[in-house]
């Protein structure tokens, strides 16, 4: 493909809750740079970018909250029930998502970059994609996963799905079709398969990042995989006390939305670290320490590979959320460049928003600011 020398271009689609993150997601993890259009979207309409102000003009204030931020339930409401509508907020929203999708992929330094996007098919990006992904699943399936894990009433369920285009004509279009109606294993087993006709030569998934400390309380860092999933639910179970009982198989999920970093002493796992990258925010949610793994000595080694991993897909700002137990720990947040704020005073709304949808209820947040040269400004 001429557009982007040198880079592999995955467009990837399919209709509402069939699990186009999911596989998005899993391609990142095997290695590929992910960037997801509709939350570049949301981006654009956020109060001082460009597509603020066109938004309120065609469609009114009456969109505004509190804060004066456009309400996306509210915008959502009329525009998945007006086709017209949708049109003309696609008009304006367009043009800057494709901007930002192509400064993106100018600075990834992966070979391959996945796109994932709803209306890839009805945009330009088409044309700028060496291959179509598809993502497929039954209309109750998608119902019930906007019922779960959007808390929307059936109704509404059934007004997302059906204001969209056919399925069957984002199938006609694919290369590549992505089942997902079964288990994660079998996910994945797709995704993997799929990933290595596309990319023969590259390993399946980013290099493991090995540091140790001399001596007998050696650490060794790894990147976890879906195999590791039982040894994850049992360290998160018994590192929680009782507050978080995870399964192989809700770990396995897990995987459909971040990564996992495996501390190791020796042999033996001592620490976890699950963190996922979203609009160019690291969000590291899950943080986990044995006693026996000295915190001064591990959250260096453990937040320098989050940090590193999180600026190869290009991150503007880390947001930790770590238990209560590491929370005290001010002079080792504070030598690793962490400061402990609120999620509104963070200054930029991509952050504040990040912060807002991730931090559990009452938990600490700890932020660190990763570039000075905001990658989507104004975006």
């Not at 095997?30 to 003009?57: E, F, N, S």
């Not at 209306?119 to 044309?127: A, Q």
Request: hydrophobic share 40%.
């Amino acid at each position: 493909m001429s557009n982007w020398p040198g880079k592999t271009i995955i467009g990837l689609t399919g209709n509402i809750a069939t699990g186009k993150s999911v596989v998005r997601r899993m391609l990142e993890h095997l290695g590929a740079y992910t960037i997801d259009a509709d939350a570049l979207a949301h981006r654009v309409i956020a109060k001082g970018a460009p597509g603020y102000q066109p938004v309120l003009d065609k469609f009114g204030s009456w969109l505004l909250d509190k804060d004066g931020q456009i309400d996306r339930s509210r915008l959502g409401r009329l525009v998945f029930s007006d086709a017209q509508a949708l049109a003309q907020l696609e008009d304006i929203i367009h043009p800057y998502v494709i901007q930002a999708v192509e400064m993106l992929v100018k600075r990834a330094s992966q070979s391959v970059v996945v796109v994932e996007a709803i209306k890839l098919l009805e945009s330009d990006l088409r044309n700028k994609c060496d291959s179509i992904w598809v993502t497929d699943a039954p209309q109750e399936v998608q119902i019930e996963r906007l019922i779960r894990k959007r808390n929307l009433s059936r109704e509404d369920a059934l007004q997302r799905v059906h204001s969209q285009s056919a399925q069957k004509e984002k199938l006609a279009a694919a290369k590549v079709v992505i089942t997902n109606n079964g288990s994660y294993e079998d996910l994945w087993k797709q995704v993997t398969e799929a990933w290595k006709r596309i990319a023969p030569s590259q390993e399946a998934g980013p290099a493991t990042q090995v540091f140790t400390k001399s001596g007998a309380g050696a650490f060794s860092l790894q990147r976890g995989k879906p195999r590791d999933s039982q040894k994850i639910a049992d360290l998160i179970s018994r590192l929680s006390k009782g507050k978080r009982h995870m399964t192989k198989d809700e770990v396995m999920e897990a995987f459909g939305d971040k990564a996992f970093l495996l501390l190791l002493m020796g042999n033996e796992l001592v620490g976890v670290a699950g963190w996922q990258v979203e609009n160019l925010v690291a969000r590291t949610t899950d943080l986990y320490l044995d006693p026996k793994a000295a915190a001064d000595k591990a959250l260096p080694l453990i937040m320098a590979e989050v940090e590193r991993a999180s600026s190869e897909l290009q991150c503007e700002a880390s947001l930790v959320f770590p238990p209560i137990e590491l929370v005290g720990f001010d002079s080792v947040w504070k030598h690793l460049g962490y400061e402990r704020r609120s999620p509104d005073t963070l200054g930029v709304r991509a952050w504040t928003d990040a912060a807002n949808e991730s931090m559990p209820k009452a938990s600490a947040l700890f932020f660190k600011q990763l570039r000075t040269d905001r990658v989507l400004r104004p975006i």
